[in-house]
């Protein structure tokens, strides 16, 4: 069977009915505000997004975390409060992704938390620099029961890799990656659903293929080419690929901008949400800096955040006009998709 299709059926064989429910309940009201112009939400978040830690190795020159560049601070997710968020929306949670900032496998008590969501049936996914994946972690990561794992590689040589993961060692992610493969094989497990994620940049773009054979000569299970974005795109950047294909952008006159036409509107703010490490409630994950702060884990329930005036006044203004947020203006949700 193909693995992406073994993938597919994974995460379909956590729906329930009550989940099955709840995702239709989300889109039904996403369409029913979309044509009548009022926000209106039914259900809870579909996905979302924890945050474990902001703390990474790596200074990586487009990432808050590896500018060092936050407003907010750094620090670890207590677990507690964790727990107490995943108690209250397992029913109906489908899909868990440890990750916004940082590298997730800096998180002390990583595999529990992994664990804890596994347990409760719920679909869980990571991303990581792999560094950190010695043989004892790759054993607990497939122990854990973790559905997912993508792991950056964004070239197939130490000189090209570097030049973007700035600090990072490629043979550390090849390793990391063969003792995820070997304990697969060893304890017979099909997860995590292993995916190379390879940023296209101007200085990667000609490893495309190379990165698509290593991968099958690992036997890595899927390869996903991610298009990056540049937050100070208008004058040019050395990042900016010249394959058309991979780049958000264009070029314009004596700048540039972004290629696909923006669309007015966004569903993130119905079916999903992410939490930062200290129990804030952002919009989604290009709200890096939690500029929208729609809520507080540590002061209140999630359903009476999702439920907030907060909330509703956010929704309401993306149904009015998404144009009025400035963070959507280098955003691709809801736009076209490339060819």
């Known amino acids: 069977m193909n693995k992406n299709w073994k993938d597919g059926l994974n995460l379909m064989s956590k729906v329930t009915p009550l989940r099955a429910w709840n995702a239709l309940q989300v889109v039904g009201s996403y369409w029913y505000s979309k044509l009548s112009g009022q926000a209106t939400h039914y259900g809870m978040p579909i996905a979302i997004s924890f945050e474990p830690t902001t703390s990474c190795n790596l200074r990586c020159p487009e990432c808050p ?7 907010r601070p750094t620090g670890m997710m207590e677990a507690d409060l964790y727990k107490r968020t995943i108690d209250e929306l397992a029913d109906r949670l489908l899909y868990l ?9 800096l998180h002390p008590s990583f ?76 304890l017979g497990s099909s997860t995590p659903h292993t995916i190379f994620q390879f940023l296209v940049v101007k200085p990667n773009e000609h490893q495309i293929e190379e990165v698509k054979q290593l991968a099958r000569e690992m036997g890595v299970d899927e390869v ?13 950047s050395e990042l900016i690929p010249t394959i058309d294909k991979y780049s958000r952008y264009e070029k314009t006159g004596e700048g540039y901008s972004i290629k696909n036409e923006f669309v007015n509107h966004c569903w993130k703010m119905w079916h999903s949400c992410v939490i930062t490490w200290d129990g804030l409630v952002v919009p989604c994950c290009f709200d890096k800096d939690a500029h929208h702060r729609l809520g507080d884990m540590k002061k209140q329930t999630f359903r009476e955040l999702w439920r907030g005036n907060l909330y509703r006044d956010f ?19 809801g736009t076209k998709v490339w060819a």
Request: hydrophobic content about 30%; some cysteine; proline content about 1%.
């Open 65 to 71: 975390s590896g500018l060092r560049s936050f407003t």
């Open 224 to 236: 996903g080419l991610k298009t990056a974005q540049i937050y100070d795109y208008e004058q040019g």
């Open 97 to 105: 992704i440890f990750y916004f900032q940082g590298e997730p496998y």
């Open 111 to 186: 595999f529990e938390l992994v664990q804890y969501a596994h347990d409760k049936g719920i679909y869980t996914a990571t991303s990581t620099n792999a560094h950190y994946l010695t043989d004892e972690k790759a054993r607990q990561t497939v122990e854990s029961g973790l559905d997912r794992l993508i792991i950056s590689i964004d070239g197939t040589t130490q000189e090209v890799y570097q030049q973007y993961r700035i600090g990072g060692k490629l043979e550390k992610v090849l390793e990391g990656t063969r003792n995820i493969i070997k304990w697969k094989k060893k």
């Open 315 to 333: 929704r309401q203004t993306l149904i009015r006009s998404r144009s009025e947020i400035e963070m959507c203006k280098n955003c691709t949700e």
